[in-house]
């Protein structure tokens, strides 16, 4: 029988969890099983600048969590080495940065991902890591907006032109 101190430790660590995950707007759960020290150190730092939280979690602990969250279907992909990286702002994130990761390194898996909320396909992470990120998505809205105005200057200028000659 555990005792009452190594109990509590582990209640805090699901409630810390279920925090996260309520928190989170999109996460991705992994295996990083023979990850060596420098990948992992490289992925975390790249985690870190991206702003997604990155930790390995014990399956037991984290199959709590979702339950307590509505993201029950993960839970059959809870075996193994688990890690899980979540976001509170960026949705794509979390993704592209552990897809692309999996591309380069045949030992590391994307087991599962959710988003707002709602547990999703491993096609949809992989799709999802393949949309741009939010930074290019606003650049190229900012374009397609600014293209009529731009055009009707051109157009204005010709005018103009036409007029004076």
Not at 6 to 15: D, G, H, W, Y
Not at 27 to 37: A, L, M, N, R, S
Not at 43 to 69: I, P, W
Request: aromatic residues 4%; hydrophobic residues 45%; glycine residues 4%.
């Amino acid at each position: 029988m555990a005792s009452e101190k190594i109990l509590n430790a582990k209640k805090e660590a699901v409630a810390a969890l279920i925090e996260r995950l309520k928190n989170s707007a999109a996460g991705v759960i992994v295996d990083y099983k023979g990850t060596t020290v420098e990948d992992d150190t490289a992925l975390r730092r790249e985690m870190r600048e991206a702003g997604v939280e990155y930790t390995v979690v014990k399956n037991t602990l984290l199959r709590f969590a979702v339950r307590e969250t509505g993201l029950e279907e993960v839970e059959n992909v809870l075996e193994g080495t688990t890690a899980i990286a979540t976001s509170t702002e960026d949705v794509i994130a979390p993704a592209k940065i552990l897809c692309t990761f999996a591309e380069k390194h045949d030992n590391f898996k994307v087991k599962a991902g959710f988003v707002e909320g709602k547990v999703v396909s491993l096609d949809e992470v992989q799709a999802l890591a393949k949309t741009p990120s939010k930074e290019t998505l606003l650049t190229q809205l900012v374009f397609t907006l600014n293209a009529p105005i731009k055009n009707l200057a051109v157009v204005l200028n010709q005018i103009a032109e036409k007029q004076e000659a």
